[in-house]
Nanobody, 125 residues
Framework: QVRLVESGGGSVQPGGSLRLSCSGSEYTNAVMMGWFRQRPGKMREGVAAIVTGDSDTYYSDSAKGRFTITQDSAANTVYLQMNSLKPEDTAMYYC???????????????????WGQGTQVTVSS
């Protein structure tokens, strides 16, 4: 059973935009949903998170002002709108779900128990 599936990745030029989507049955059990990324040779890092109940959001410093996380609970879907993309945003992007809430640890991978397979984002001229 596939619990979370990401889509929307692709190749874009610097300054461009992409919208990632994450859908799946695990959303219905989630208290928080997060977007993470793993750049080549780097550790997985939290990008953005949203509390499903009240839509509180959390962003990494690199994402603030450029990325927006939203949700459509009727569609069991979380989105990550990424604008003003930079080459350093190139990474595999993953969504994940957590069954508890923590503002302090919202962007920590250890909070999240279910993960999608990832979608590749490449920013290059």
């Amino acid at each position: 059973q596939v619990r979370l599936v990401e889509s929307g990745g692709g190749s874009v030029q610097p300054g461009g935009s992409l919208r990632l989507s994450c859908s799946g049955s695990e959303y219905t059990n989630a208290v928080m949903m997060g977007w993470f990324r793993q750049r080549p040779g780097k550790m997985r890092e939290g990008v953005a998170a949203i509390v499903t109940g009240d839509s509180d959001t959390y962003y990494s410093d690199s994402a603030k002002g450029r990325f927006t996380i939203t949700q459509d609970s009727a569609a069991n879907t979380v989105y990550l709108q990424m604008n003003s993309l930079k080459p350093e945003d190139t990474a595999m992007y993953y969504c994940a779900s957590a069954r508890r809430k923590s503002g302090m640890f919202a962007l920590q991978a250890g909070m999240y128990g279910s993960w999608g397979q990832g979608t590749q984002v490449t920013v290059s001229s």
